[in-house]
């Protein structure tokens, strides 16, 4: 069936750095990719999302990247910071009326003061 | 403005027993969704619903039902019960379909012994 996979699982970067989470998706009728975040003991939030008729959107530190041909997605945030330390998700709406977003397994991202 | 509600926020079932999940949302919504949340298994689509009156089943439905009879509210029930049930659920809720922001509540945890 439709799958969402997502790299890496854990990810610790220093303040300042980068980080970059990868996704891939089966559904090539996926056309809607949104990115949640979500911190300890609360749900999930979104932080960013793309359509699948622009190649690249950025919002201030945060910038998600969108190849179809390829069927991969990434988030990039840049100049991390302590509060970016959460678990980030990725997602695909599927293509039919079988509902809605498919997640990928999360990213725990820790950042190092 | 709440968002979204979800009730209880924690409970401890014995194996066999009954309960409904309460999720109320007041931002006029037209879809609503319960996930539930599992280590390493991210976000798994249980039921949806895409207006009053009308559900759906997603991945995995088995052992749960739900009912939508007002908009703003989005019931999920366990009938009887089991320890693999055991999970933190939420609920979201989006605006007229799927590719669009989804809101999710804060989750209840539930654990069945």
């Known amino acids: 069936g439709e799958n969402v996979e997502q790299h890496p699982s854990t990810l610790s970067v220093q303040e300042g750095d980068s980080a970059v989470i990868k996704c891939t998706y089966s559904?090539?009728?996926?056309?809607?990719f949104p990115w949640y975040k979500q911190e300890l003991g609360k749900g999930p939030q979104l932080i960013i999302d793309i359509r699948s008729n622009v190649g690249e959107k950025k919002d201030q530190r945060i910038a998600v990247t969108l190849n179809k041909t390829a069927k991969h997605f990434s988030l990039h945030i840049t100049e991390t910071q302590p509060e970016d330390s959460a678990v980030y998700f990725c997602a695909a709406a599927r293509g039919g009326s079988q509902g809605n977003l498919i997640f990928g397994k999360g990213t725990k991202l820790s950042v190092k003061p | 403005n709440a968002g979204v509600t979800q009730t209880p926020k924690f409970r401890v079932l014995k194996t066999g027993q009954s309960m409904t999940l309460l999720c109320a949302q007041d931002?006029?919504?037209?879809?609503m969704y319960w996930y539930r949340q599992d280590p390493g298994m991210g976000l798994r689509l249980i039921h949806y619903?895409?207006?009053?009156?009308?559900?759906a089943k997603g991945e995995v439905p088995d052992g749960y039902n739900v009912s939508r009879l007002k908009k703003q509210n989005f019931l999920l029930g366990l009938e009887s019960a089991a320890p693999s049930q055991t999970s933190v659920y939420f609920c979201?809720?989006?605006?007229?379909?799927?590719?669009?922001?989804?809101?999710f509540g804060q989750g209840t945890r539930l654990t069945v012994v």
């Open positions: 979201a809720s989006s605006y007229r379909d799927r590719n669009t922001e989804a809101f």
């Open positions: 619903s895409v207006g009053e009156g009308t559900t």
């Open positions: 559904d090539s009728a996926s056309n809607y």
């Open positions: 931002m006029n919504h037209e879809y």
